[in-house]
């Protein structure tokens, strides 16, 4: 089985590569729906997965100066305290019961619908505020949206693992517009890699990361990334993202029904 694991890491890996998003949002579903482990277990697995992943991410970034890490400070004053005391909840509910695990499987197919959304409206929200500058926060308002947003994603992220790629690069870029892209997805991995090494260290606490899993994951996947980046040179990014929304889409009906 581990075989199939490994399989299942570079084919999400190769996505990841071609689109820049989809990790969490693939993985986690993939090992609930295909191998059936239970949504705790997933997401915990995929935290730690994610926290080792983004890290070798943002030493990239960081060499090309695409971090921007007042952006980063701020997001991680609102996810970190938001993660622990999630952990905490998770903690002290006990053994996970039918209840609980239908929660999180629930918590994980909206995580995966509002990852499509990001994915498809991007461009329109971007639009709708260069029309609309009155909307677009500065100073002291944009600081704390940004801490509040940080919180929401901790949340978000500690219970389904998903939430720090899509969601958050589009959050980010609605906040802070005037960012390049590299600024964007340099800062979306950076202050991922605390959040998710916080969230993963509490699924560790919690009992629910398969290191066997873990491990046969990040075999597959590291050289998928790989793969997937030199494939996204040659496929055209509006179809590969096109194909994964539609993915996810049918992922997330599944999840919830």
């Known amino acids: 089985m581990s075989l199939a694991y490994t399989v299942s890491g570079l084919l999400v890996g190769v996505l990841v590569?071609?689109?820049g998003v989809g990790g969490g949002s693939l993985m986690t579903p993939l090992l609930t729906l295909?191998?059936?482990?239970?949504?705790?277990?997933?997401?915990g697995t995929d935290l730690a997965f994610a926290a080792i992943t983004k890290s070798f991410g943002t030493l990239a970034h960081r060499a090309h100066g695409h971090v921007h890490w007042q952006v980063?400070?701020?997001?991680?004053l609102g996810s970190l305290p938001a993660a622990a005391a999630t952990i905490l909840v998770l903690k002290s509910a006990g053994e996970l019961?039918?209840?609980?695990?239908?929660?999180?499987?629930?918590?994980i197919g909206v995580s995966v619908l509002l990852t499509v959304a990001s994915l498809l409206l991007r461009k329109q929200m971007l639009a709708w505020l260069e029309r609309h500058p009155r909307f677009q926060l500065e100073g002291r308002t944009q600081a704390v949206a940004t801490v509040v947003v940080g919180a929401l994603l901790g949340v978000l992220v500690t219970v389904s693992s998903i939430g720090a790629g899509a969601v958050?690069?589009?959050?980010?870029?609605?906040?802070?517009?005037?960012?390049?892209?590299?600024?964007?997805?340099?800062?979306?991995i950076a202050y991922a890699v605390p959040l998710t090494a916080l969230a993963g260290l509490g699924h560790v606490w919690l009992g629910t990361v398969d290191w066997t899993l873990l491990?046969?994951?990040?075999?597959?996947?590291?050289?998928?990334?790989?793969?997937?980046?030199?494939l996204s040179r040659?496929?055209?990014?509006?179809?590969?993202?096109?194909?994964?929304?539609?993915?996810?889409?049918?992922?997330a009906i599944k999840l919830v029904s």
Not at 168 to 188: N, S, W
């Open 17 to 19: 590569g071609l689109t």
């Open 34 to 43: 295909l191998f059936g482990f239970s949504p705790a277990t997933a997401v």
């Open 72 to 76: 980063v400070r701020r997001l991680c």
């Open 97 to 107: 019961d039918a209840g609980w695990l239908h929660a999180i499987r629930v918590t």
């Open 168 to 188: 958050g690069a589009t959050l980010i870029l609605l906040l802070y517009p005037r960012l390049k892209p590299a600024e964007v997805a340099g800062t979306d």
């Open 215 to 230: 491990v046969s994951l990040l075999v597959g996947s590291i050289p998928g990334i790989w793969a997937g980046a030199q």
């Open 234 to 251: 040659a496929l055209p990014e509006r179809l590969t993202r096109a194909a994964l929304a539609t993915t996810l889409t049918l992922v």
